[in-house]
T-cell receptor, first 112, second 113 residues
Framework: RKEVEQDPGPFNVPEGATVAFNCTYS??????FFWYRQDCRKEPKLLMS???SGNEDGRFTAQLNRASQYISLLIRDSKLSDSATYLC?????????????FGKGTMLLVSP | DAGITQSPRHKVTETGTPVTLRCHQT?????MYWYRQDPGHGLRLIHY???????DKGEVSDGYSVSRSKTEDFLLTLESATSSQTSVYFC????????????FGDGTRLSIL
């Protein structure tokens, strides 16, 4: 079983749509969770951390279900600039530093 | 943006030659990482460092070595480059403490012919 699994997509949505991505992880000892965004031929950039109670940052909402080992990202009112690959990332601590495991990403294409 | 600079940004070289990639940070973070990213594989950890002269292997360390003589610099060396090491290489840094995310440099595109 892959450690972090995501639907690769692409998800094709029109501007203004709401889109949701899901991610599952296999390591029950995972302690921290993140969504990163990666534009084509660019570095991954932190989009948001994911907290147990769920959290929101503008149009973006992240949810965590530890029992099901499942993370989600909801994007409301999609913009053309949201087109990117979204990476689900989980971490666990190892001797004081964080080891990150990356999903392969879900591609989002927002069209006019 | 996190103060991370990778050099060179692009490099083309031949099989069998040595290659060194440099990662420089201005954040004074203790932890530094080298990843490679390939189609179909996502990001994979090569080596990491948890302090000056303190390094350890990651998931795909064969064929790579690292050195960290100063807090701000983390070097990745391919002693004898092979075509399978053609990839995009990212350096990342993170602060101490639980739940700290990593922040990435711009990447180095390396082609081994």
């Amino acid at each position: 079983r892959k450690e972090v699994e995501q639907d690769p997509g692409p998800f094709n949505v029109p501007e203004g749509a709401t889109v949701a991505f899901n991610c599952t992880y296999s390591n029950s000892a995972s302690q921290s969770f993140f969504w990163y965004r990666q534009d084509c031929r660019k570095e991954p950039k932190l989009l948001m951390s994911v907290y147990s109670s769920g959290n929101e940052d503008g149009r973006f909402t992240a949810q965590l279900n530890r029992a099901s080992q499942y993370i989600s990202l909801l994007i409301r009112d999609s913009k053309l600039s949201d087109s990117a690959t979204y990476l689900c990332v989980v971490s666990h601590m190892n001797s004081g530093y964080s080891t990150l495991t990356f999903g392969k990403g879900t591609m989002l294409l927002v069209s006019p | 943006d996190a103060g991370i600079t990778q050099s060179p940004r692009h490099k083309v070289t031949e099989t069998g030659t040595p290659v060194t990639l440099r990662c420089h940070q201005t954040e004074n973070h203790r932890y530094m990482y080298w990843y490679r990213q390939d189609p179909g594989h996502g990001l994979r950890l090569i080596h990491y460092s948890y302090g000056v002269k303190d390094t350890d292997k990651g998931e795909v360390s064969d064929g790579y070595s690292v050195s960290r003589s100063k807090t701000e610099d983390f070097l990745l060396t391919l002693e004898s480059a092979t075509s399978s090491q053609t990839s995009v290489y990212f350096c990342a840094i993170s602060g101490e403490g639980r739940g700290q995310p990593q922040h990435f440099g711009d990447g180095t595109r390396l082609s081994i012919l």
